[in-house]
């Protein structure tokens, strides 16, 4: 991951996203997703203990 510079259009984040889909990133044994994104309007960064707003 080091390296690599920040996408600065859809296609390059795509591509990056599909570099890492699939891939242990964190060591747990389990695949990861290369890209993930919350969808909900009021959402605050990394809202997997804090939720949305809404």
Not at 7 to 15: F, G, I, K, L, M
Not at 18 to 23: A, D, I, L, T
Request: glycine letters at 12%.
């Amino acid at each position: 991951m080091a390296g690599l510079t920040p996408p600065t259009n859809w296609n390059e984040y795509v591509a990056i996203a599909k570099q890492f889909h699939g891939k242990d990133l964190n060591g747990d044994g389990t695949p990861d997703y290369g890209s993930c994104m919350d969808k909900c309007n009021s959402c605050q960064g990394s809202t997997k203990s804090k939720g949305c707003r809404d």
